[in-house]
């Protein structure tokens, strides 16, 4: 059953064009990995989806269970179950991990949530990732090391539990056994009710889930969507032989 459908999507920022004429279907259940040199537009890509105003979208059309939400706020579209984990993350002082996580799940599914339950909840997630309680209680990502904004990430991802979750490069600057815990949460999300697209340069990531597709962008476009093996020949043999195919 297909979750996510994005048809000949152009987009850019301040007049410049960076994607170009994407297409690309997600269906519930499937692990799409996404890969492209740096600055080839997979974060616009995120970005896009997530109706990030900084990007203007010039045409093309993005469904979600089948209707378009081309009209829907970043906001709205949280509400639908769409959910972004970013390269870089926001530090939001004077709000704690906790609050920010309550405050976004009470939002997105419309009801209060009972503060211990929630407690509860958030402290057995954050021992499955090796996070120190004590984090809960931290300002949102203010002093937090690389590895602990990809955890706290990943925390929000199985906290608010969205249909599709966008996870763009949640493996940079990360150890090779917090790599792992992050690859272990993602295969904890995923269900027959959800599905991932994982912005990655790394097999690591991917590990503890099997891609069903990995789309290869370069410059804007999808230029090449194969199978997981093409992640490793990606971390082999680089971007040159795809550059060489398509012209
Ligand atoms: P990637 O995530 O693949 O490294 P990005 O999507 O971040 O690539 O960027 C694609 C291109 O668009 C780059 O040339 C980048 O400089 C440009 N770009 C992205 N976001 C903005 C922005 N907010 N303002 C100006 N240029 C941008
Ligand atoms: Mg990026
Ligand atoms: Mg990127």
Do not use: C
Request: a negative charge; zero cysteines; aromatic letters at 6%.
């Amino acid at each position: 059953k297909e979750l996510l459908k994005i048809e000949n999507l152009s987009a850019g920022v301040e007049g410049k064009e960076i994607l170009k004429n994407i297409n690309l279907k997600v269906n519930y259940g499937e692990v799409h990995v996404v890969m492209g040199p740096n600055g080839s537009g997979k974060s616009t890509l995120a970005n896009v989806i997530m109706n990030n105003p900084e990007y203007e979208v010039t045409s093309g059309e993005i469904y979600l269970d089948g209707e378009s939400i081309m009209d829907l706020s970043t906001d709205k579209r949280a509400k639908k179950g769409l959910f972004m984990s970013f390269q870089n993350p926001m530090e939001v002082s004077g709000i704690s991990v906790e609050n920010f996580i309550r405050t976004a799940k009470s939002s997105i599914e419309d009801k209060n949530i009972s503060i211990l339950k929630f407690k509860k909840d958030l402290e057995k997630e954050m021992d499955k990732l090796s996070m120190d309680h004590s984090y809960a209680s931290r300002y949102l990502n203010e002093g937090f090391s690389g590895g602990e904004m990809k955890k706290n990430e990943i925390l929000q991802m199985l906290m608010l539990n969205p249909k599709l979750a966008i996870l763009d490069e949640t493996d940079s600057g990360l150890d090779v056994d917090a790599t792992k815990i992050v690859s272990q949460g993602i295969e904890r999300f995923l269900s027959k009710d959800n599905a991932v697209i994982i912005i990655t340069h790394h097999r690591e990531l991917v590990r503890e889930v099997v891609p069903d597709f990995v789309h290869i962008i370069l410059n804007g476009e999808i230029v090449k969507v194969g199978d997981h093996t093409l992640i490793d020949k990606i971390e082999n043999e680089g971007f040159n032989w795809i550059r060489e195919e398509v012209n």
